[in-house]
């Protein structure tokens, strides 16, 4: 008799126990559906960080707000990100600024080769600077959060050792980085990073330039056997969202989104740095890479090379009426600033 009435109540609680789990969120799930666009295939960071800002989303608004993931291009591809959120076909998408370099000048200006060291510090440094000028190539969207890639580097089919290795080697890159591989010698070959694994595989490139956690992501190092570390420039992504969508979130949400504009930023930085090791380990380990280390001697030639490009910068956005020398001091200092400051300890990436 004891026994079976220990056990009705052990079930009775147990009923209770899952009622107070679910009731509260199966009774509002969904209320509010958004749709999150985003260019490349689902195992990338812009993917991963966008799997997490929509659980935490979801989670921290108790299931009211549900989102539908498209990675891939299969909502928007990445030349028309921006347009198709501004025009509601995504009410949220995600977008490499790189690609439009004349569209988001002030931001961009993230690219140039200032020493950015890290993805987490780019990141923050982005934030900072889109916060401070609020640039009007935003004014149609409301911008959800902003994060960088880790530094570019050469990774290519054949051995590039020194300056003569990359004279006249197709290489694939994206926005003012085409600067940068003219400066080097290379030829650049021009696409968004969906196009890439095509033109590797059919040689119309011999390798690419870009962060190389797309060693792993994008199997690369199946086919690039080397990676010399340049460590050059970071690249700047912003997540945006159509402006009546926006507008029309109840306040709550809209609080809970508030708050993850940095901590996302943060976030991805910091697992953007951490799958660039993971890549690089997996590269040399199991694909047998060779990653070169230039020496501070050849390194300080291929800096050199490209010490033109932030004065030329200045020079054309003041042209065409950016504060472009306030905005070049603002990224070194906000740089300085991040540089110094350590991911809190209870911030977990996975
Ligand atoms: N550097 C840009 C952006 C970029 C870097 N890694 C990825 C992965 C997936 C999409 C874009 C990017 C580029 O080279 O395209």
């Not at 979801?58 to 891939?72: F, L, N, S």
């Not at 792993?216 to 340049?230: G, N, P, R, S």
């Not at 969508?245 to 991805?268: C, F, G, H, I």
Request: hydrophobic content about 45%.
């Amino acid at each position: 008799m004891k026994k079976k009435t220990a056990l009705l109540s052990i079930i009775i609680m147990g009923f209770l126990v899952a009622g107070s789990i679910w009731m509260p969120a199966t009774a509002s799930a969904g209320s509010i559906k958004l749709s999150y666009a985003n260019f490349p295939p689902a195992p990338t960071f812009p993917c991963v960080q966008m799997e997490r800002w929509k659980t935490e989303v979801e989670k921290r608004t108790a299931g009211k707000v549900a989102i539908d993931t498209y990675p891939g291009g299969t909502l928007l591809g990445a030349m028309d990100m921006m347009d198709g959120v501004i025009a509601g076909t995504a009410d949220i998408g995600n977008l490499c600024m790189a690609y439009q370099p004349g569209r988001f000048v002030t931001t961009n200006a993230t690219s140039l080769p200032l020493g950015l060291p890290d993805a987490k510090t780019g990141s923050l440094v982005l934030w900072d600077l889109y916060q401070k000028y609020l640039p009007t190539s935003f004014a149609k969207v409301h911008v959800l959060t902003m994060f960088t890639t880790a530094p570019a580097n050469i990774m290519s089919k054949v051995p590039v050792r020194n300056l003569d290795d990359i004279k006249g080697l197709d290489l694939r890159a994206s926005g003012g980085a085409a600067q940068i591989l003219k400066a080097w010698g290379a030829n650049q070959v021009g696409m968004p990073m969906s196009a890439t694994p095509e033109a590797l595989q059919k040689g119309v490139v011999q390798g690419l330039f870009t962060s190389t956690e797309v060693m792993k992501d994008f199997k690369f190092a199946e086919i690039c056997k080397y990676v010399t570390q340049t460590d050059t420039v970071i690249y700047p992504f912003a997540v945006v969202m159509n402006i009546e969508k926006w507008n029309a979130l109840p306040a709550d949400v809209k609080a809970v989104m508030e708050d993850l504009r940095v901590e996302q930023a943060l976030w991805t930085g910091t697992y953007m740095d951490n799958h660039v090791k993971d890549a690089n380990a997996w590269s040399e380990k199991n694909q047998g890479v060779e990653f070169i280390r230039l020496s501070p001697d050849e390194k300080a030639n291929w800096d050199a090379k490209l010490t033109f490009m932030t004065e030329n910068w200045i020079t054309s956005a003041t042209g065409k009426g950016y504060p472009g020398e306030a905005i070049v001091n603002d990224i070194r200092a906000f740089t300085k600033k991040h540089s110094a400051i350590k991911s809190p300890g209870n911030l977990t990436v996975q």
